[in-house]
T-cell receptor
Framework: KQEVTQIPAALSVPEGENLVLNCSFT??????LQWFRQDPGKGLTSLLL?????REQTSGRLNASLDKSSGRSTLYIAASQPGDSATYLC????????FGTGTSLTVIP | EAGVAQSPRYKIIEKRQSVAFWCNPI?????LYWYQQILGQGPKLLIQ????????DSQLPKDRFSAERLKGVDSTLKIQPAKLEDSAVYLC????????????????FGDGTRLSIL
């Protein structure tokens, strides 16, 4: 069974700092990996989707990378802002769809 | 583009009662997903529909949970009877397509229904 782990569970950074969130998975037979953002009391917002044949995707200040062979993905957030404060979840699509437990990010003004 | 609509937003019931949740996906989205998110955990897929057929319901507790997707559009998820451990947020999501495992289209989520069992 696929296991998806996100480290750290919580992270606080001062505004303007660049940061990296990590996601690891145990089964490399995946179709894609997706990064989501979840605000309190809300559903999930898709940030980036990386196909299994791709190595990275970029959207604005966000860059996600995928290394299938090592079972890892990173989400890089440049020049963090207080509005980036949220929980970030990664999810892998293989034979089933598995989410990690998330990293709670707080950006301090 | 209208997003995924879910109702109700909150529901409080006693254990052993029944409850139903409703989801209206984004127009034109063939695939619909129901997830259970327990506090502090990532969402867990309960069931995935492709149009009105079930693609994956391997993690759905079928003795108490049921779901249907009428005419390949709206969907309802029912719990009968509810247990204390069913307290969670129930999220609905949809995507343009998605075969087994979810395909390669991003999923769009509703705001969820927060269920509390007393």
């Amino acid at each position: 069974k696929q296991e998806v782990t996100q480290i750290p569970a919580a992270l606080s950074v001062p505004e303007g700092e660049n940061l990296v969130l990590n996601c690891s998975f145990t089964d490399s037979a995946i179709y894609n990996l997706q990064w989501f953002r979840q605000d309190p009391g809300k559903g999930l917002t898709s940030l980036l989707l990386i196909q299994s044949s791709q190595r990275e995707q970029t959207s604005g200040r966000l860059n996600a990378s995928l290394d299938k062979s090592s079972g890892r993905s990173t989400l890089y957030i440049a020049a963090s802002q207080p509005g980036d404060s949220a929980t970030y979840l990664c999810a892998v699509t293989g034979n089933q769809f598995y989410f990690g437990t998330g990293t709670s990010l707080t950006v301090i003004p | 583009e209208a997003g995924v609509a879910q109702s109700p937003r909150y529901k409080i019931i006693e254990k052993r009662q029944s409850v139903a949740f409703w989801c209206n996906p984004i127009s034109g989205h063939a695939t619909l997903y129901w997830y259970q998110q327990i506090l502090g955990q990532g969402p867990k897929l309960l069931i995935q529909f492709q149009n009105n057929g079930v693609v994956d319901d391997s993690q759905l507790p079928k003795d108490r949970f049921s779901a249907e997707r009428l005419k390949g559009v709206d969907s309802t998820l029912k719990i009968q009877p509810a247990k204390l451990e069913d307290s969670a947020v129930y999220l609905c999501a949809s995507s343009l397509e998605g075969g087994a495992g979810g395909g390669n289209q991003p999923q769009h989520f509703g705001d969820g229904t927060r269920l509390s069992i007393l």
